[in-house]
């Protein structure tokens, strides 16, 4: 018996958990339209700043790569929805249910949906960022913020952006597997990520001022430019920031996934 059941076909493997997350991942047409609509606001927003953009206006001192991709702002937004969809959408259809019965350890669910989508919101926005840069350089060639990707720290800010989406969308399936509702997880998310940190910025403190460095979306800003920002983390650091805020978001969900029903 025992022999017969460590062989099965249909024994639990990490291979096959991340094979279901997968195909649950692209059957969901939330998916196709977040991912879409991410991608036509970062490559739309590109073209208008190329195709607007003079030399010498009053854009003159931002980097261009912060400049062609300024849309990843609304962008990002897109993919941290889907990142909530995948694990607190998961507890509004019920189908978290049928997911913990065949895994029901748990856990692998989690890190299944984690990497999966990892690697999609990667892939996805480092090939829209790369396709809105090159795009947006047919306008800007004859003007003082024409660049290629061999420029220094060129190509290591386009995939910056991306790492910088990826790793801010990953807090937001953190916040959906600790809130386990949809609407509250979207609400905490621009709360904690987007407005906390600007309400805070006005505070008159020093301590406040340095500490803001290493919010989400201001070590989000680092990692997405191509020359140093004033006043901000390195890179290094701003990019050890957003791994643990996203780390700390999806233990938070891992947490409560353990000690909680479904």
Known sequence: MTTATASS???VTPRRVLR???HKLWSLRSTWITLLSAAALVLGIGLIM????TSGGGDADIDTVVLVLYGTQLGQMCLAVLGILVTAGEYSTGMIRASLTVVPR??????AKSAVFTVVAFLSMFTTALITFLAAQLFLGDTDKAAGLTDPGTLGAVAGNAVAITLLSLIGLGLGATLRSVPGSIGAYIGGVLILPEVLG???YDAVDSALKYFPTQAAGVLGSATPLPDAAGTGAALLALCLWAGASLS???LVLRRRDA
Request: glycine share 10%; charged share 15%; no cysteine.
């Open 9 to 11: 076909p249909y024994r």
């Open 20 to 22: 279901s997350e997968w």
């Open 50 to 53: 190329g195709a607007t953009y």
């Open 106 to 111: 748990r856990l692998p669910v989690l890190w």
């Open 202 to 204: 006005v505070l008159p």
């Open 252 to 254: 938070a969900g891992a």
